[in-house]
């Protein structure tokens, strides 16, 4: 099998493996950004606790928030990194030297990506927000929930102000209620769900099901575009190591991943991080039903406004032949 890139963009810059160079003889180390959240930690528990070893790599696992991997990814800093799958396409609209190798988190079941009210508005169905501000975090997502805004409930979207700021800034301004709704995801959508001071309006997970037939995909694995190309077997060895580990945590105790997470961090909810389990995959793969979606997503984001066309699939996804 080779690995080709299909209508890549002209005139971008090429960075690969953070800038070093390795001998035949010597283990290749890939660094992988990816976010701080369980949702990640979960998939990637096989590996990063030793559980499973990659066979013909290393990999050095980077938690940071997603505006870190971002910049990182832009700068040729990180090898390969889990992105919002909208500051994704905007790279690539812009020709930035990254690829999609595979899904990176999927939104099942409930989901744990939703817009949150806080529970002393007025806002009790998504026409409300007309006339709010909601917030949305820095680098992430709020495309899909435009959609579902806009095709599902027939808001004017041109009525709502969006305010971007990090995911801890929002939910102290929901606190004080300087925000009538904002983005949570991950971790702080669990914590939402247990506050009373906040409610759930929408989880996009079951919208976006309902509306399309296919789950979201909220997060990307990006790599190097340099080394897609130019070391096609590596690259199938990473993917190789990161479905394995998923395959791992599948057969293993929930208890004790939550453990591990919870002391490597130092902090965390347990009976949230419970509830959040099943709630997020991590395939790490492109099924047809999931490039369904990321066509979908391609044309939201030109209708949006966050790119300025709707970027075929061929330049979205490194194909495999």
């Known amino acids: 099998m080779r690995w080709t890139i299909r209508g890549l963009l002209t005139g971008v810059l090429i960075f690969g493996l953070a800038g070093e160079t390795w001998a035949a003889s010597d283990v290749p180390v890939l660094s992988l950004g ?3 959240h369980f949702g990640t930690y979960h998939y990637l528990y096989g590996l ?4 499973l070893q990659p066979q013909g790599l290393r990999i050095d696992f980077k938690p940071m928030w997603s505006a870190q991997i971002n910049n990182l990814m ?24 990254y690829v999609a190798i595979g899904s990176g988190v999927t939104q099942i079941g409930r989901g744990a990506n939703g817009l949150f009210v806080s529970a ?25 929930h435009k959609g579902i805004l806009k095709y599902r ?7 709502i102000t969006w305010i971007t700021k990090e995911l801890p800034i929002l939910v102290a301004l929901m606190e004080k209620g300087e925000l009538d709704g904002a983005i949570l995801w991950g971790d702080f959508f669990d914590k939402g769900l247990n506050d009373p001071r906040f409610r759930l309006l929408f989880g996009i997970a079951p919208e976006i099901k309902q509306m399309l037939g296919v789950y979201p995909i909220v997060m990307i694995l990006t790599m190097q575009e340099r080394l897609v190309r130019e070391r096609p ?9 990161l479905r394995e580990s998923r395959d791992y945590v599948r057969a293993t105790n929930i208890d004790g991943v939550i453990d591990w997470y919870l002391k490597r961090r130092g902090e965390g909810d347990r009976v949230a991080l419970l509830q959040g389990a099943g709630t997020s995959a991590m395939e790490f793969t492109f099924t047809p039903e999931e490039r369904r979606f990321m066509d979908t997503y391609a044309g939201w984001a030109k209708e949006f406004g966050l790119v300025d066309r709707k970027l075929p699939l061929k330049e979205l996804i490194a194909e495999s032949e």
């Open 34 to 36: 990816h976010s701080p």
């Open 48 to 51: 990063m606790a030793g559980k």
């Open 74 to 97: 832009v700068a040729g800093k990180l090898d390969s990194g889990v992105m919002s799958i909208s500051a994704y396409v905007i790279g690539r609209a812009k020709g930035f030297p």
């Open 120 to 144: 002393r508005s007025g806002v009790r169905t998504p026409k409300d927000l007309e006339g709010s501000r909601v917030g949305v975090a820095v680098a992430t997502e709020n495309v899909p």
């Open 153 to 159: 409930y027939g808001v004017d979207l041109g009525k």
């Open 233 to 241: 077997q590596l690259v199938r060895a990473f993917l190789q190591a």
